[in-house]
């Protein structure tokens, strides 16, 4: 069995975020307002299934998946587009890869001791979040 991700985890860092919506072609309030969020992940995760929730005082985004199962994802309150989205299982990491009208966009999950690591890429620009999980 992968790791285990279940669980709520609390940013502690969030590097180049701003570059990543910028190539998303997120307009400039909402960035400015974006950066500075406390963005807090409440994922359940029940062998290969997996409920996510990213909470914010600005916007929630909430997505369901199966590891190896493509679905179709709109990324309602982020970028707002239609996106065939796929992850999979890549040893103890998650990988994702979201098909659309962007290049080269999607997300890594890793684990290291008690913090969740997120790399989210869109064209060449890559974001480092990082997340402490909550006692």
Not at 11 to 33: G, P, W
Not at 99 to 117: A, M, Q, T
Request: net charge negative; with cysteine; proline share 1%.
């Amino acid at each position: 069995m992968p790791a285990d991700y279940s669980g709520r985890w609390e940013m502690v860092s969030n590097d180049n975020f701003e570059d990543v919506m910028k190539a998303l072609d997120i307009d400039f309030a909402t960035r400015k307002i974006a950066v500075h969020l406390h963005q807090t992940k409440v994922i359940v995760q029940n062998g290969d299934k997996f409920e996510t929730k990213t909470l914010s005082t600005f916007r929630n985004y909430e997505v369901n998946f199966t590891v190896g199962e493509e679905f179709d994802e709109y990324t309602k309150g982020l970028d707002n587009r239609n996106v065939k989205t796929l992850v999979t299982w890549d040893g103890d990491k998650l990988v994702c890869v979201q098909k659309g009208e962007k290049e080269n966009r999607g997300w890594r999950h890793w684990i290291e001791g008690d913090l969740l690591h997120l790399e989210i890429h869109v064209l060449d620009k890559v974001c480092h979040q990082v997340f402490k999980k909550a006692k």
